[in-house]
């Protein structure tokens, strides 16, 4: 399949040197170890809930809802041919911040259409899991509490801001393998900005994803703390963020405040758990990287780095073609309707429905 007008798709054939500048970043097995250590929590039962709806289009629509742990519920959306049978190939869909599973819908329609059994779940402290229903006004308020939780001894009890979620879709796949129409074996994750960010972790922590497409959210925290280039995705919280600097008495934050933003937060984000150190963990799985060339909230260069160090994994893997980054020229933080449908072939691809 060609690339879509005015997108660059690179496709990563490693030379000998460039498997040497990356091997400082090749990923452990014990950063995985440690990520699912620090998202854990006790197992409850699923408690699963379920209502059918009435067809519409051609496709079946299931509400549906589970416990992830003690205190939360996912509540989430099935969609599927209308007269399916068998076993069908999965993706889950991730929103970003102050999104909701709604709003993955026409996403969803594209991939039902095309033989897959399509998902969507509110993230924490978004959609039906707030009191107001949208925006992301709690979910703000969730991190400024775990900036406030992270200052203690025992650090804070929640991880809002991308972790939570990512314990969330594990559970999502526990459900999902119970279900008669689900192959657990073809099970594919994407997500945008926020969601894309909490699909490379997924993918990286659960080896039950199959198939993974991050989109405008793969980068390297490092790089642009040590570059000076943190303030788009900090933008996405800028509520929770200017409160904790306030009280923390800092009246310009710098990356050094950051730093320790993220230490309390996301501990780990700009570190063991960075881009770099995560994304190679998915290799060998079919994993496509989805950017433009202008995102402030991901930008170019600390993309590169993860994507290389992903790159000499699945050299050393033997699996080049099974790694894809595709570039969108003259795009600042979005997804084009031809990197959308780039996605979805890319499912149809490896997936096979």
């Known amino acids: ?48 809930k379920l209502e059918d709806r009435e067809p519409h289009d051609g496709l079946a629509e299931i509400r549906f809802s589970f416990a992830a742990d003690a205190q939360q519920r996912v509540p989430g959306i099935i969609l ?41 779940i509110d993230a924490r402290y978004h959609g039906a899991r707030t009191k107001a229903g949208k925006g992301s006004v709690e979910y703000q308020q969730a991190i400024l509490r775990a900036w406030r939780e992270g200052a203690s001894a025992g650090g804070a009890r929640e991880h809002p801001f991308y972790y939570d979620t990512v314990w969330d879709v594990m559970r999502l796949v526990d459900y999902l393998q119970t279900r008669d129409d689900v192959d657990a074996s073809r099970i594919g994750l994407i997500g945008i900005s926020k969601g894309g960010i909490e699909t490379y972790l997924t993918a990286a922590a659960d080896p039950r994803i199959a ?30 963020f200017d409160d904790a600097a306030k009280e923390a008495g800092v009246a310009h934050p710098d990356a050094a405040f950051v730093q320790a933003f993220y230490n309390r937060v996301v501990p780990g984000i700009a570190g063991e758990f960075d881009g770099p150190a995560m994304l190679p963990l998915i290799a060998p799985r ?36 099974h790694l894809v980054l595709r570039i969108e020229e003259k795009t600042a933080h979005k997804v084009t ?14 997936l096979k429905p």
């Open 1 to 48: 399949m060609k690339p879509a007008p005015f997108a660059r798709t690179v496709r990563f054939v490693l030379s000998f040197a460039a498997v040497l500048s990356a091997s400082t970043t090749i990923a452990r097995a014990d950063s995985r170890e440690a990520f699912l250590k620090l998202i854990d929590r006790p197992k409850v039962d699923l408690a699963v």
């Open 80 to 120: 599927k041919p209308q007269h399916a049978t068998g076993r069908l190939p999965v993706v889950i869909t991730l929103h970003g911040t102050g999104g909701t599973k709604e709003g993955m819908q026409p996403l969803m329609h594209d991939l039902a259409a095309r033989g897959f059994l399509a998902v969507a």
């Open 211 to 240: 198939v993974a497409v991050p989109c405008i959210g793969v980068q390297s925290f490092a790089w642009e703390l040590q570059h000076d280039d943190w303030k788009g995705r900090i933008g996405t919280i800028q509520t929770a």
């Open 286 to 321: 079919p994993l496509l990287v989805i950017n433009g060339d202008s995102d402030a909230h991901t930008p170019l260069p600390s993309v590169k780095l993860a994507t290389d160090a992903a790159a000499t994994a699945y050299h050393a893997a033997r699996a080049d073609d």
């Open 337 to 350: 309707p031809e990197s959308q449908k780039e996605a979805v072939e890319w499912f149809v691809r490896w």
